[in-house]
């Protein structure tokens, strides 16, 4: 019997969930990561993958940059902290990342369904090596 083609929204989750999986252990020590925003500390399980750019811009959705492991107090309850995120990301990457990763969300990126299977295989290899 052929294997069923996944839908492509189906493919955008199943991308959502492996890229959130890589971006929480790559900064995992021992199993435990700490909020970018916040500095709490806990489980790579029971953090998330937050965004600074929100995910509905495709151009930085995938984005590792964008993307830091935050608690779900900062990431849900407090809307990310975007203030706080951006101050992050030019402490962590260079003064001016927050500015580019703006800039980058304004761009229009369309992906095929091949891409996102691409991007599925290259971060599932990245967290098999976790």
Do not use: P
Request: charged share 30%; hydrophobic share 30%; aromatic share 12%.
């Amino acid at each position: 019997m052929a294997k069923k083609k996944l839908t492509r929204s189906k493919v955008v989750k199943k991308l959502d969930a492996v890229f959130s999986q890589y971006i929480r252990l790559r900064e995992s020590v021992m199993g435990f990561s700490t909020c970018f925003t916040c500095g709490k500390e806990d489980n790579w399980k029971k953090l998330q993958n937050g965004h600074f750019m929100s995910r509905k811009h495709y151009s930085t959705r995938w984005d590792e940059t964008n993307c830091q492991v935050q608690c779900a107090g900062c990431n849900v309850f407090k809307y990310g902290e975007q203030y706080k995120f951006s101050i992050g990301l030019d402490q962590k990457y260079g003064s001016g990342t927050a500015d580019k990763m703006l800039q980058q969300s304004k761009q229009i990126v369309k992906y095929s369904t091949m891409d996102l299977e691409d991007l599925i295989i290259k971060y599932k290899s990245l967290v098999d090596e976790y």
